[in-house]
């Protein structure tokens, strides 16, 4: 009989005991639902059966993993729903879109209308699924077998996807008779899914799920009308060539029409930002323009682009950062961990910033600091500014869309803008691309590139960086002027070729090594493709180099 160790206790089991089976005694110690287990430091599924000794470790569905584990099983009730409530005539299906919130905004395709009526049949279809307690079943197919039953059951987009896939095998789930292919780990059965609402929502549904840090709960729905009109805007530029899935772009990629599609899609982003700037024309008053967004949005590079298209309209924007308004750091605030915290607010001199705007509005010169982040102090070099009739300022700073930043500052002279990287391209219909894995990607090349940072270090870091982000960011993206969207529908073929050599290089005894290989099968989806048609003031190439705003 193995052996196991469970939280430091001993124990014996049978040898095929299953993995949910050996956790269940374990569960009332925890808050969240235990949802996957490491087994000797990798990762299972809960039905994986134990064969030998070894250390297992409990995930949550307040862990990261375990949460998405949760969602994933639960996108699979939806669809296996929809397939019986649509019916087969009306060759409806879901596609899962993006987020929205704690939600999932999904797409209803085919003949079929969205009303109360389905929302109710569709939220009864769940609830007899997880009251049955269905058994997910996983089983590896040959490849060629996979696509067959996914061509049975009508999902092209999965057809197409493994046509590009080099593995000669693929793991597909089965829900009583439902097969559908997902991108990461699932729950043992539909019992595990017990909290979940379908709305209706605009032109489609969404589909509510707990936060991670309340697994057992659904919150109020928060509305995001912003948000979800430029991501339904960056889903209409993916229509507009034909991409909306990963086996949509690798066929623009073979075909040999990349060139094409690249320059379709920068001169999308260029509206965008030409339209920004045209509201910020169409408003005299304003002086300050803040830009905001998480790590890896591309805040830069749509700075300075943003620059060329203010001055296209008689403006002379300056652009200039809000780190350079850190205080000193024998004043900065330290962390529990007694280490340095420049992600607070308080790491700003808000005092000083704010009366330096204002001694700028009111037609004044103020002399610029420079922050040294060596010597950890502010220095002044003679750089001065004055604010003529058409300067206007463009300042960035992760803390530039919280009302504390520039409370002295009237409204009428901000103009907000948030900048993130929001992924619409699809996996395939049921699995979309984390926004927070293409800003990952983007981050490590470029830190690689610039910082001499290794793929490891970023992934170490990444925890600590979302964390800052969900507290002084995101809730702040909402409240805005306008919103810019900084994904480019082919990126992920471009970062592929410089981030594989720098996941490779994460050994396997490394704690971030199950992340690094999570990527790298991301990335195996891709057909790579080179630099050469990325334009030089491509946001794109903030993160591989190459561009024209010497980033």
């Given at each position: ?66 949460h998405?584990?949760?969602a ?131 032109e ?18 928060v ?133 330096d ?23 002044y070099?003679?750089?001065k500014m ?43 219909e ?45 809730p702040?993206?909402q ?23 720098l996941?490779?290089?994460?050994g ?42 010497q980033?």
């Amino acid at each position: 009989m193995p052996t196991v160790f469970v939280n430091g206790k001993q124990r014996q089991y049978e040898k095929g005991t299953t993995f949910e089976t050996i956790v269940d005694e374990f569960q009332e110690a925890y808050k969240g639902t235990i949802a996957l287990v490491y087994f000797n430091k990798k990762m299972r599924e809960l039905g994986r059966r134990l064969e030998k000794d070894g250390v297992i470790s409990l995930i949550t569905t307040k862990d990261p993993a375990g949460h998405s584990a949760y969602a994933r099983t639960a996108l699979m009730m939806l669809c296996k729903a929809a397939r019986e409530v649509f019916g087969s005539e009306s060759n409806g299906h879901i596609k899962v879109e993006f987020t929205l919130g704690d939600a999932y905004y999904c797409s209803v395709l085919g003949d079929v209308t969205v009303d109360d009526e389905l929302v109710e049949k569709l939220n009864e279809g769940m609830t007899r699924l997880m009251e049955r307690n269905i058994q997910v079943v996983k089983k590896t197919y040959p490849i060629d077998d996979a696509i067959l039953l996914f061509r049975h059951q009508g999902m092209e987009d999965k057809e197409k996807l493994f046509r590009f896939r080099n593995s000669s095998t693929v793991n597909v789930y089965n829900m009583d008779g439902y097969y559908d292919y997902f991108y990461g780990y699932m729950l043992p059965s539909t019992k595990y899914v017990s909290h979940f609402r379908v709305q209706a929502y605009r032109e489609g549904l969404l589909l509510h799920l707990p936060d991670i840090e309340r697994p057992t709960e659904l919150s109020e729905f928060v509305e995001y009308s912003k948000l979800y009109d430029q991501l339904m805007q960056t889903t209409i530029w993916g229509d507009l060539v034909d991409i909306s899935t990963v086996g949509d772009l690798n066929e623009k990629i073979c075909e040999g029409n990349i060139s094409d599609m690249v320059l379709v899609q920068e001169a999308l982003q260029e509206r965008s930002i030409a339209d920004i700037a045209e509201q910020i024309y169409d408003r005299p008053d304003v002086k300050f323009v803040l830009v905001a967004g998480p790590s890896s949005s591309g805040k830069t590079t749509f700075s300075h682009r943003l620059s060329v298209q203010l001055r296209s309209f008689g403006l002379h924007p300056h652009l200039i950062s809000m780190d350079n308004w850190f205080v000193n750091r024998d004043k900065t605030p330290v962390d529990e961990d007694g280490n340095y915290n420049f992600d607070v607010i308080e790491a700003i001199d808000l005092e000083l910033f704010n009366d330096d705007m204002c001694d700028l509005l009111d037609g004044e010169e103020i002399e610029l600091p420079t922050f040294d982040f060596k010597a950890g102090k502010r220095t002044y070099t003679g750089r001065k500014m004055r604010l003529d009739d058409n300067d206007i300022l463009i300042i960035e700073g992760i803390h530039g869309l919280n009302p504390r930043s520039t409370q002295e500052l009237p409204d009428e002279n901000k103009f907000k803008i948030y900048i993130s990287a929001l992924t619409s391209l699809n996996v395939d219909e049921h699995n979309r691309i984390p926004s927070s894995d293409t800003r990952l990607l983007r981050r490590m090349v470029r830190d690689a590139r610039t910082r001499g940072y290794s793929a490891k270090e970023t992934i170490a870091n990444w925890k600590s960086v979302r964390e800052s982000e969900e507290k002084y960011i995101f809730p702040y993206q909402q409240d805005v002027d306008a919103i810019f969207n900084s994904v480019l529908i082919y990126e992920q073929a471009v970062l592929k070729q410089f981030a594989e050599p720098l996941l490779y290089s994460i050994g396997k005894d490394e704690p971030e090594y199950y992340e690094a290989k999570r990527l790298l099968k991301f990335l195996d989806y891709f057909v790579g493709v080179d630099t050469a048609s990325v334009p030089a003031n491509s946001i794109c190439r903030e993160f591989v180099g190459g561009g024209c705003f010497q980033i």
